[in-house]
């Protein structure tokens, strides 16, 4: 599991069951229940890593489709209308994807 010795497994598992119907994802309330809110800067680094597929230093719009698949590989992907919710919320300087400063200020706040 890519978020093992950062998450627990458990909330992991809590976290996915609530958001298993489509057009239930609410990203504060999956970062609480995940664990992730709580957690230090440097650890919301790492998961940001996990998250940034592709490496370029931004969570685009693809990554944040498949997002809870970081989590469980059989994770439903996001619907149009809530990766686009939860793009506009990260999304801060407009710029159509997620650094992680941005990511950091999305998961703490």
């Known amino acids: 599991m890519a978020f093992a010795g950062i998450l627990s497994d458990s909330d992991i598992t809590a976290a996915l069951a609530a958001c298993q119907a489509a057009d239930s994802f609410k990203h504060k309330e999956f970062f609480a229940k995940v664990g ?9 680094k790492q998961a940001f890593a996990v998250i940034d597929q592709d490496k370029s ?27 686009q919710a939860f793009l506009q919320a990260g999304d801060t300087d407009g710029d159509g994807k997620i ?7 999305l998961v703490q706040h």
């Open 36 to 44: 992730l809110a709580g957690k230090s800067a440097e650890v919301v």
């Open 57 to 83: 230093g931004y969570i685009e719009e693809e990554e944040l489709k498949l997002f809870l698949q970081n989590f469980s590989a059989s994770a439903r992907a996001l619907t149009d209308k809530e990766t």
């Open 99 to 105: 650094g992680v400063e941005e990511f950091s200020v």
